[in-house]
Every structure is written in structure tokens, then in C-alpha cells.
């Protein structure tokens, strides 16, 4: 983020390098076989709310190339070009990578290595290496890895609802809070996904890092200026929510849906840009002469269009050609070997899975559709058992992805109970043994969990083509490494609770999910591939 200096805009309008433009495009051309799916995966992720800024960086990081490019010379080819050459070639076997195993979001992560080894091929190490800023800044185009969104999701989600609930008392508002459920008595607020403040915090984010290059001051005002998004975003979010609670208890429900929501979203986002140019002037008072709102960014476009014209002047090099041929192979390669067979195991789907269970009788329930959306799961089952002797239940959950590499996949529930306002009392793995079964002795996350008065015993595991697991970033490791080796990226979780009654023990409770878990795992494996 260096503090760019005004230098005039070339005159001259130049002529168009056929050679050089030539080798460009082909370079871009060559590329696109490998890199096709990565650009699927962002013009899915780019339709989504949270994400629906991406179109606008890339136009955002032209811009800050094409200001950059005034300050430093017409392109010289004749540079180091080695170091571009090799990212490139990395950037595209990355890519292939991720295409082999399925992971799209791999091969958008490979692109930006990508942009950045053409640019240094073609304009050298030297002179390349000025524009780490607006390579950098194309991450902001990217979704998050499923696994990191859910639990930076539901993180924001409670700090938003406990900011919220604040701020709610702050007007002497009678509020209760449990998880992410604000409860005023007659009404009853559920912060959910959308009001988590993601759709703000990624384009706040991509705003503050461009504010941050545009400021004219010092270096650690621009990281101030950067580093400021997060807690902006997220108390201004607290403050939405806390200003639809007190709304919604003076004026009704209707404050809280429609119209009315999606304005105050954006009051608040507005708001957030705003404060940033405030913060701006504030850190110029620190200084011996401040500049004025006007002067404080640098917003100077003159001459951007003669620049966009002077990458036409790009001269054709070794390197470029090297890089090419490079290219060119890695992509046939890519596009003339068979891809490896996708294995779809057979299975049951839950709907088959019996409802007795050595004599315990189930009662399965759907969840709710929205719930049901975010899980995005294949198939699941949740069902409720009820004891022969009818004093107490064991609840079994499990969901399964038939693949969790193209967006859908797992998300712990150790990221989840704070949500329905569990707090979580303990949370370790747990040895278990189930001699009757395949499963054998494997460890579980065992958990106790409590609402009020109501306290649980949870088992839950990643249940991942023959493992046991209970790390969610492990488990997503294996789907890499099978998808690779095996040609499967199914999966599951799996999940057994049951109520701690008052004068039970944990141990009692421990002993019953056991016992049911002997004869409920010897069924599993048929709905459950191995």
C-alpha cells in the first residue's frame, strides 16, 4: 500500500505490438481449459449475496495497475522473466491440481497465482513486482472455503446478536438473548444467516484495502484505514440489528422483513464507507499539514485510458515465448489425458433406516427449510428414539454429501449449538469401542451441552469413506487425498444425543448412547459407504 506520487500521463497514444499483444493473448487462451471451472465457480458464488461485489474487483484492480503504471516506465520485456515463468507454470499445475480433484475453489485460487506470473513475464521481475497491489487485491473476488464461511459465519452471527442486545438495553428495552434469538416477549428475532454482516464485511474489506492504496499519508494510517473494516463492520451491524429491535418493539414485526430490512442493510453499509472517510480525516489531523476531504484520497483518473493503450505497446520476449510453450504443454496435457473415474458408492438413503432399534421406537423429523438449505447435504436423517421403557430418547442426526468439493460440505456442530443457545460445558474426544460392529474402537467428540435447566450428552464424528475422525479440517485434508487417489468425495457426519436427567450421571447417559449405538452402527454402513 505505498503512497502514490502524480506523474504526467504519457501524451502520445502508442501503436499496437502485434507480436507482443499476440503472445498475451495466447498466453490467456492457452490457459482457459485449465482455469474454466475455477471461472464457473465464481460466477456461482458471484449470483449469491455475500458475494455479489465479485464482479467489481477485477475492475477495481485494472484501475489500480493502470494508476500505477504512470509512475514507472514503458514495458521492457528484456528483464527477468524467470520468476514469471515459474509462477506460471506452478499457477497452471495448481490449477490442473484442483481440477483433478475436484475442487474448483482451488483452481480460482490458482488464477490469481496466475495473473500475477503473466504480469512478471511479460513485464519482467523489476518492474512486474510494483503491482503486487492490484494482483493482491483480487482475492477479495473469491468465496471463502465452505468450511471457514460457517464458522466465521456463525462467529459474527452471536457477537452481532450479544453487540445487538446491548444496544437494545441501552434503550431501557426489556431483552433476552439465547444464541441468536432475540426475544422482546411479544416478538421474537432471529439473527440469521444474511444478517450476520458478511454480504458487508467482504466488500468493506475490498473498500478499506483500495482507500488504503488511494490515501495520501502516512504508511501506518493506510494500515489503520485497512485493519479498521472488521470491527467497523461488525459494530455497525450491532447497531442495525439494534436499532431493528427497538424498532420492531415500537412499531411491530413489519420493521424487521421487506423493503424496510433491505434499506437499512444498506444505510449501514453506507454508513461504514462514510466512516472510513471520517477516520481518514482524523488520522490527517495528526499530522503538520492535514489535507482536506478533497486531497486526502487520490482520486486523479486523467490519463487511465492512454495507459490501458501503452499494454498494447508490449513488446514480445524469450520469455513470453518460453512461457507459451510452457503453457501450451501443461494444458494439452491437461486436456489430452483421461480425467480419473468419479466413484459413486451405492447406498440406502435414510428414509430406510428403521425406525426400531432394538426396541427403541423413532419419530423422524424434517428440519426446517432453512435450516435444510444451509445444511446442503445430500440426504439426512433426524430422528428421535424413545426407550422401550419410555423414560428417556437418544436423537440420531446424520448428514451425507455424495461429494464435498464443489461448494457443499460439512460444517461442525461445535459451530453450530451456540446458535440454538447451547452453551458447550465440555468438548473432548472420546474413546469408544463397538466390538459388534465394522466400527471397532474409534474416538468421538464428546460433549456436554446446556439450556437453562436442560442439559445433553453428544457424541458426534466426520464419518469420511472409512474413518472415524474428529477434526473438520482433517476431514476436509481426506477429501483432497481421496478425491485424488480413490475418485470419492462423499461423506458424512454423524451425530447421537441424549438428555442428562436430573440425579443421572454423565456416565448413565454415557452407558445408554453407547448401548443404543451397538445396534444403530451395525445398520449404518449401508447408508453410510465404508
Known amino acids: 500500500m505505498t503512497e502514490i506520487s502524480h506523474i504526467p500521463a504519457r501524451a502520445q497514444f502508442p501503436q499496437i505490438n502485434l507480436g507482443g499483444v499476440g503472445l498475451l493473448l495466447a498466453l490467456i487462451v492457452v490457459a482457459l481449459p485449465v482455469y474454466w471451472s475455477g471461472f464457473a465457480m465464481l460466477g456461482a458464488a458471484w449470483i449469491t449475496p455475500e458475494y455479489s461485489h465479485g464482479p467489481l474487483i477485477p475492475a477495481i484492480s485494472l484501475y489500480l495497475f493502470l494508476r500505477e503504471r504512470r509512475l514507472i516506465t514503458p ?11 515459474a509462477l506460471t507454470v506452478f499457477a497452471l499445475a495448481l490449477g490442473i491440481f484442483g481440477n483433478l480433484v475436484a475442487i474448483p475453489d482451488i483452481v480460482a485460487y490458482a488464477l490469481i497465482l496466475w495473473v500475477g506470473g503473466v504480469m512478471l513475464t511479460c513485464m519482467g521481475w523489476d518492474q512486474g513486482r510494483r503491482h503486487w497491489a492490484p494482483v493482491l487485491h483480487l482475492i477479495f473476488m473469491l468465496p471463502l472455503p465452505q468450511i471457514i464461511y460457517w464458522q466465521l459465519t456463525i462467529a459474527l452471527q452471536l457477537v452481532s446478536s450479544e453487540l445487538g442486545v446491548w444496544f437494545i438495553r441501552l434503550a431501557d428495552i426489556p431483552v433476552f438473548l439465547e444464541g441468536n434469538i432475540i426475544d422482546l416477549g411479544v416478538y421474537k428475532l432471529q439473527v440469521a444467516d444474511a444478517c450476520s454482516g458478511l454480504r458487508y464485511l467482504f466488500p468493506i474489506l475490498s473498500f478499506s484495502y483500495l482507500m488504503a492504496i488511494l490515501y495520501r499519508g502516512p504508511y501506518w494510517h493506510k494500515v489503520v484505514l485497512f485493519a479498521l473494516a472488521v470491527p467497523l463492520t461488525v459494530v455497525m451491524n450491532s447497531v442495525r440489528i439494534g436499532i431493528i429491535g427497538m424498532l420492531v418493539n415500537a412499531y411491530g414485526i413489519g420493521q424487521a422483513e421487506g423493503f424496510l430490512h433491505f434499506f437499512e442493510g444498506w444505510v449501514i453499509f453506507g454508513t461504514c464507507i462514510a466512516l472510513l472517510f471520517v477516520t481518514a480525516l482524523g488520522l490527517q489531523r495528526l499530522t503538520r499539514n492535514p489535507k482536506s476531504l478533497r486531497d486526502v484520497v487520490d482520486l486523479d483518473t486523467d490519463g487511465l485510458g492512454g495507459e490501458a493503450a501503452t499494454v498494447l505497446q508490449i513488446a514480445p520476449s524469450r520469455g513470453m515465448m518460453i512461457g507459451l510453450a510452457l503453457s501450451t504443454l501443461i494444458t494439452a496435457t491437461f486436456v489430452f489425458t483421461p480425467a480419473p473415474a468419479r466413484i459413486m458408492p451405492e447406498r440406502d438413503v435414510f428414509a430406510l433406516f428403521p425406525l426400531d432399534v432394538a426396541g427403541w421406537r423413532g419419530h423422524a423429523m424434517p428440519l426446517e427449510p432453512d435450516v435444510e438449505t444451509s445444511l446442503g447435504a445430500t440426504d439426512y436423517i433426524n430422528t428421535t428414539y424413545l426407550a422401550p421403557d419410555g423414560a428417556t430418547t437418544v436423537s440420531f442426526f446424520a448428514a451425507w454429501y455424495a461429494s464435498q468439493t464443489e461448494g457443499s460440505g460439512i460444517h461442525s456442530p461445535e459451530v453450530c449449538l451456540p446458535v440454538g443457545g447451547w452453551e458447550v460445558f ?41 474413518r472415524r475422525m474428529t477434526n473438520d479440517y482433517a476431514a ?45 452402527l451395525q445398520r449404518l454402513p449401508s447408508f453410510i459407504p465404508e
Do not use: C
Open 476 to 520: 476436509k485434508a481426506t477429501v483432497v487425498y481421496d478425491s485424488f487417489t480413490r475418485g470419492r468425495t462423499d461423506g458424512a457426519m454423524v451425530r447421537f444425543t441424549t438428555p442428562i436427567h436430573d440425579g443421572e450421571t454423565e456416565a448413565d447417559a454415557d452407558a445408554r448412547l453407547q448401548g443404543f449405538m451397538a445396534d444403530a
Open 75 to 85: 514495458i521492457d520485456a528484456t528483464k527477468r522473466t524467470a520468476p514469471g515463468i
Open 426 to 466: 465440555s468438548l473432548d474426544p472420546y474413546a469408544v469401542s463397538q466390538p459388534t460392529t465394522i466400527y471397532g474402537d474409534f474416538n468421538v467428540n464428546r460433549a456436554v451441552i446446556q439450556k437453562g435447566l436442560s442439559k445433553q450428552l453428544v457424541y458426534y464424528w466426520f464419518d469420511q469413506r472409512g
